[in-house]
């Protein structure tokens, strides 16, 4: 008798957590907090998941595509294709971020980047053309090599 009362009272339990479980709320069905998912993807990059970083900074774009920091979320995505030796990819991102960006902090390396991916790829003549078009005192003093 106390057995099945104590099976019932368990089943009781393990349906309202269920029910819990499933109501959950927006930002536990996909809708996270934009900086909370940057910042993951951030997390991601750092330490060196940069296949999984990519995905992240792309969905960040994809559903938070008018949010303040979506610039880091682009740059993000490249630098991610750029460090998985993605270098086609890599640049065209690059291009994009410097066509949305000119103005951005991290326009001058991504021009850099560009001319580096455009080296890995031994396109020579094109790493001459870029690296004419980059403004050197516009890199941050760690990028400067």
Excluded: W
């Excluded at 291009?95 to 455009?118: C, H, M, S, T, W």
């Amino acid at each position: 008798m106390r057995r099945t009362k104590a099976i019932k009272i368990c089943a009781v339990l393990c349906c309202l957590l269920a029910e819990y479980s499933f109501s959950a709320g927006p930002e536990e069905k996909g809708h996270a907090d934009p900086a909370e998912q940057l910042d993951f993807a951030n997390g991601l990059f750092q330490r060196g998941m940069y296949k999984m970083a990519a995905a992240e900074y792309g969905k960040f774009a994809g559903e938070f595509p008018r949010a303040d920091n979506i610039s880091e979320a682009y740059f993000g995505l490249a630098e991610s294709k750029f460090f998985l030796e993605s270098y086609e990819d890599a640049i065209k991102g690059y291009e994009n971020f410097i066509a949305a960006y000119p103005e951005d902090a991290k326009a001058a390396l991504a021009v850099l980047r560009i001319a580096q991916g455009q080296y890995a790829l031994n396109e020579f003549r094109k790493v001459i053309e870029t690296a004419k078009s980059l403004d050197p005192s516009r890199l941050n003093e760690l990028f400067r090599q």
